[in-house]
């Protein structure tokens, strides 16, 4: 009797335990249907402001001639020209929603202003991943514009009249023009140093330094 009775128990907390934990993985699985439907199913837009960034550019370019120099440091006619040469010759084009003009305004404000890319991607109304993509690609092409734009006027190794007839300048630099361009030079000054080395009257102290000192 008392192993009937004993069989009996244990089987009875054997499925009470079991009933328990199917009824744990119910309320887990109804938990994660609901983060799923409310993450995937049931989302809330984020831009929903009436005015874009396409309406905001074209605004700026028919508004004040200051205002738009003020927001972007160039005109007008300088800005529409740009744009124009990078569609051109830098293989940059509009996108289905974001125009080559509009990615140059995103990119002017964030470098121009130091506004945050997720500031810029509210007024734009863009994701931050459109703004990040498009600010890239304005950089990129005007990084490669900028090697045919900053260069020498002439390619030539000639002194310059004002250094050949300034003894404190020549003969000390000759035939130096290059020596040290696009070198980089890992370089650091002490703490205890660093003070004296700070600004840019300072910066003909750092050069002898790196032509001087092995």
Not at 17 to 25: A, F, N, Q, T
Not at 50 to 63: W, Y
Not at 79 to 102: A, G, I, S, W, Y
Not at 147 to 171: E, H, Q, R, W
Request: proline share 3%; glycine share 4%.
């Amino acid at each position: 009797m008392d192993d009937n009775s004993t069989s009996s128990g244990s089987l009875y907390e054997s499925t009470s335990s079991s009933e328990e934990g199917d009824d744990l993985d119910e309320i887990f699985i109804a938990h994660i249907m609901n983060e799923y439907e409310e993450i995937f199913l049931c989302k809330t837009p984020q831009r929903t402001s009436m005015l874009s960034g396409a309406q905001f550019v074209r605004d700026m370019i028919e508004g004040h001639p200051q205002t738009y120099y003020e927001l972007f440091w160039m005109d007008k006619e300088t800005f529409m020209n740009l744009c124009d040469h990078l569609k051109r010759h830098e293989n940059l084009h509009d996108t289905r929603f974001v125009t080559v003009e509009e990615a140059m305004v995103m990119f002017l404000l964030i470098v121009g202003h130091n506004v945050r890319m997720r500031v810029v991607a509210d007024h734009f109304q863009h994701s931050t991943e459109t703004v990040a993509q498009h600010f890239k690609e304005v950089r990129r092409a005007l990084c490669r514009l900028g090697k045919i734009l900053i260069c020498p006027n002439n390619m030539t190794n000639d002194v310059s009249s004002y250094v050949a007839s300034n003894p404190k300048y020549f003969p000390w630099f000759k035939d130096c023009i290059g020596a040290i361009d696009g070198t980089h030079i890992s370089a650091w000054v002490p703490a205890n140093r660093q003070t004296s080395f700070r600004g840019t009257a300072n910066d003909a102290r750092v050069f002898l330094d790196a032509l001087t000192r092995p």
